[in-house]
């Protein structure tokens, strides 16, 4: 199908809706149906004013976020740490380290 007929087919579709009163209509924007939820007007440089029941929700969310992040260091640590043994620095050299030699002085 070619874009030519398919874009006819799909204003065609758009003119059948608009005759039936389904679609916006001419003249009509489209309807915004937002939710019966809360909504806060912006404020200018004012913290927004949360309800309790927001509060309560984030609460929860940023403590299940640590709970996770806590289970997963104790149960898993190599994640964190790496798969392979930490080299000990006591056995690492002068020249290894970028200490420059007594002898240069």
């Known amino acids: 199908m070619s874009m030519s007929r398919c874009g006819a087919l799909v204003w ?3 003119r059948l809706l608009q005759r039936r009163g389904l ?16 909504h806060i007007e912006p404020q200018y440089r004012q913290y927004p ?24 260091m104790w149960h898993d640590p190599d994640a964190v740490t790496g798969h392979f043994p930490y080299p000990d620095p006591s056995k690492w050299t002068d020249e290894e380290l970028g200490i420059p030699a007594i002898d240069e002085e």
Request: aromatic share 14%.
């Open 12 to 14: 065609r579709g758009a």
């Open 23 to 38: 679609g916006p209509g001419p003249g009509k924007g489209p309807v915004r149906r937002a939710g019966g939820g809360v």
């Open 49 to 72: 004013e949360l309800t309790k029941s927001q509060v309560l929700q984030s609460e929860i969310l940023s403590g299940f976020m640590w709970f996770w992040i806590f289970w997963h």
